[in-house]
């Protein structure tokens, strides 16, 4: 089945800086990555996501790579923010007969303010 | 607001106990999965549904546990006699199976603490 790595486990940055979130798969079927923000108490917001025909993504501040050689995926957020601070979680999607995504273990993103 | 609503949000049983959690997501979500999601972790899969039909399951859902979706619409999430190592959050999420329908939308959870 398919595995998903991510790092780091926690980001701390100061407002106005860059963050950034690795993670890595390990089924070369998988063709869809999404990633989530979870606040407290809350579940699992969508806020970006990439299929495995397109290399980059942006939206607004939050942009998405991914290279499909070395299996790996990044997010990016620029110009943080206080309410950027939440857990952030990425996924993989085989869709290879399974519906299911297979998250990462998720990083804890900290804007000094 | 991703329209799934769970109930109830918080639910406390004491071991033995059998435990039932509802998912009410929009009528355009063809498509309805079950995650769990324990502290610390990411949310693991569950199950699946396509409209009513149950189409996958994980290793994860022992026999005490049976999920529904009647009229594939609202679905259910039943646990058996409960054990403290089911204590996590239970989430649900629906996506709509056409164009970009791999997008999960996720609910608020039900937190289940088992004593």
């Known amino acids: 089945g398919e595995n998903v790595e991510q790092h780091p486990s926690t980001l701390s940055v100061q407002e106005g800086d860059s963050a950034v979130i690795k993670c890595t798969y390990s089924?070369?079927?998988?063709?869809?990555f999404p990633w989530y923000k979870q606040e407290l108490g809350k579940g699992p917001q969508l806020i970006i996501d990439?299929?495995?025909?397109?290399g980059e993504k942006k939206d607004q501040r939050i942009a998405v790579t991914l290279n499909k050689t070395a299996k790996h995926f990044s997010l990016h957020i620029t110009e943080t923010q206080p309410e950027d601070s939440a857990v952030y979680f990425c996924?993989?999607?085989?869709?290879?007969?399974?519906?299911?995504?297979?998250f990462g273990k998720g990083t804890k993103l900290s804007v000094i303010p | 607001d991703t329209g799934v609503s769970q109930d109830p949000r918080h639910k406390i049983t004491k071991r033995g106990q059998n435990v039932t959690f509802r998912c009410d997501p929009i009528?355009?979500?063809?498509?309805l999965y079950w995650y769990r999601q324990t502290l610390g972790q990411g949310p693991e899969f569950l199950t699946y549904?396509?409209?009513?039909?149950?189409?996958?399951k994980s290793r994860l859902l022992s026999d005490r546990f049976s999920a529904e979706r009647p009229k594939g619409s609202f679905s259910t999430l039943e646990i058996q006699r409960t054990e403290q190592g089911d204590s996590a959050m239970y989430l649900c999420?629906?996506?709509?199976?056409?164009?970009?329908?791999?997008?999960?939308?996720f609910g608020p959870g039900t937190r289940l603490t088992v004593t």
């Open positions: 996924a993989a999607y085989s869709g290879a007969g399974s519906y299911q995504l297979t």
């Open positions: 089924d070369s079927a998988s063709n869809y």
């Open positions: 990439i299929r495995s025909n397109v």
């Open positions: 009528s355009e979500h063809n498509r």
């Open positions: 549904f396509q409209n009513e039909a149950q189409l996958e």
């Open positions: 999420a629906g996506s709509t199976g056409q164009g970009t329908f791999y997008e999960q939308y």
